[in-house]
């Protein structure tokens, strides 16, 4: 089951990833404006969730990369949470409801969550 449950983290990771790269200018557009260089957090978020996508399958680090991985889902809630305040995304051109995006909010957490658990009972931490 935690092999299931790997592949589907692992896959939203990708295509989360991918998207990255395809829809740029949307994804800029849910970068706080605050945010200096939106186009490079958009590239450099996408490489760090391929990334992330294929370290779920690595054999050593998985402690840390469950850390990582749940600290970089923190990291990205503010975009989240702007895209939800500002309603500013869209599907196939048409405006999503303000509701879907503000449900998709706790979602954040049994992503942040299942990082640590996948993770968390590696064959590492049974040796020690």
Same mark, same amino acid.
Not at 32 to 46: E, N, Q, R, T
Not at 48 to 68: D, P
């Given at each position: 089951?935690?092999?299931? #449950? @790997?592949?589907?983290?692992?896959?939203?990771?990708?295509?989360?990833?991918?998207?990255? #790269? %395809?829809?740029?200018?949307?994804? @800029?557009?849910?970068? &706080?404006?605050?945010?200096?260089?939106?186009?490079?957090?958009?590239? !450099?978020?996408?490489? +760090?969730? !391929?990334? #992330?996508?294929?370290?779920?399958?690595? @054999?050593? =680090?998985? %402690?840390?990369? =469950?850390?990582?991985?749940? /600290? #970089? +889902?923190? %990291?990205?809630?503010?975009?989240?949470?702007?895209?939800? %305040?500002?309603?500013?995304?869209?599907?196939? =051109?048409?405006? /999503?409801? &303000?509701? !879907?995006?503000?449900? @998709?909010? &706790? /979602?954040?957490? &049994? /992503? !942040? +969550?299942?990082?640590?658990?996948?993770?968390?009972?590696?064959?590492?931490?049974?040796?020690?």
């Amino acid at each position: 089951m935690k092999t299931f #449950f @790997r592949a589907v983290y692992s896959l939203i990771l990708l295509g989360a990833g991918v998207m990255h #790269f %395809v829809k740029e200018k949307q994804f @800029r557009s849910i970068v &706080p404006k605050a945010l200096p260089f939106k186009k490079a957090i958009v590239l !450099i978020s996408g490489v +760090m969730e !391929i990334a #992330f996508a294929l370290l779920l399958w690595s @054999r050593k =680090g998985q %402690v840390i990369i =469950g850390k990582l991985l749940s /600290l #970089f +889902m923190i %990291v990205i809630s503010p975009a989240n949470i702007n895209m939800a %305040v500002k309603n500013n995304t869209y599907y196939k =051109g048409k405006k /999503l409801h &303000p509701l !879907i995006l503000w449900l @998709r909010l &706790p /979602l954040q957490i &049994p /992503l !942040i +969550m299942g990082a640590l658990k996948l993770t968390a009972n590696s064959s590492e931490t049974k040796k020690n």
